[in-house]
């Protein structure tokens, strides 16, 4: 965590009647100075959307070779990788290499279609990746909840998630750019 990030507190509800996952989380989330209230809260929606006892944040900004999220096994092992943003392609295919499982959430409008037209080639061909795209009208109302103290209320239905603070609520809904290949796929 850098010296001088920002701390946020966020007490989560999360009701995930996909994968009947129904807990409470109290996450402490450091903001990097470098970082925008929009990428730390498409952060928080990672977590929500992979909530796991296990899920933890990395150092992500302030360490290459981190994620921003990631769930590891007993044994030390990376199941999840989840980075946020348009990382470099040769960063995804190492994540790839080092994890079971690696998910992108791509932000940023006109700039993740650019940037999925230059990777899209060699990223297809990597089988446990996932991308999904976050269209900038979401991600702009999800960094409108960002407060140092939040407490929301996350609802996860048919691969739509709804992100309330009592007096606002936003909905999202993930475009799927990449899915990754499970074994039954093959």
């Given at each position: 965590?850098?010296?001088?990030?920002?701390?946020?507190?966020?007490?989560?509800?999360?009701?995930?009647?996909?994968?009947?996952?129904?807990?409470d989380h109290a996450l402490t989330l450091a903001r990097h100075p470098s970082e925008t209230d929009e990428r730390?809260?498409?952060?928080?929606?990672?977590?929500?959307?992979?909530?796991?006892?296990?899920?933890?944040?990395?150092?992500?900004?302030?360490?290459?070779?981190?994620?921003?999220?990631?769930?590891?096994?007993?044994?030390?092992?990376?199941?999840?990788?989840?980075?946020?943003?348009?990382?470099?392609?040769?960063?995804?295919?190492?994540?790839?290499?080092?994890?079971?499982?690696?998910?992108?959430?791509?932000?940023?409008?006109?700039?993740?279609?650019?940037?999925?037209?230059?990777?899209?080639?060699?990223?297809?061909?990597?089988?446990?990746?996932?991308?999904?795209?976050?269209?900038?009208?979401?991600?702009?109302?999800?960094?409108?909840?960002?407060?140092?103290?939040?407490?929301?209320?996350?609802?996860?239905?048919?691969?739509?998630?709804?992100?309330?603070?009592?007096?606002?609520?936003?909905?999202?809904?993930?475009?799927?750019?990449?899915?990754?290949?499970?074994?039954?796929?093959?």
């Amino acid at each position: 965590m850098a010296s001088n990030a920002t701390i946020f507190k966020a007490m989560l509800q999360i009701a995930d009647m996909d994968r009947n996952y129904y807990q409470d989380h109290a996450l402490t989330l450091a903001r990097h100075p470098s970082e925008t209230d929009e990428r730390m809260m498409l952060r928080l929606l990672a977590f929500v959307r992979h909530a796991h006892a296990a899920l933890a944040f990395g150092r992500g900004l302030s360490a290459g070779d981190e994620p921003d999220l990631w769930q590891k096994d007993l044994t030390g092992n990376i199941e999840l990788w989840i980075d946020v943003g348009q990382p470099d392609e040769r960063d995804i295919r190492r994540a790839c290499g080092r994890a079971r499982q690696v998910c992108i959430y791509a932000y940023g409008g006109r700039g993740v279609d650019l940037w999925w037209e230059q990777n899209r080639a060699k990223l297809e061909r990597v089988d446990n990746l996932t991308v999904l795209n976050l269209p900038l009208d979401a991600s702009r109302a999800l960094a409108k909840l960002a407060q140092r103290n939040m407490q929301l209320q996350c609802t996860l239905q048919e691969g739509q998630v709804w992100i309330g603070d009592g007096n606002t609520a936003v909905q999202v809904e993930l475009a799927v750019l990449k899915n990754a290949v499970t074994s039954a796929d093959r």
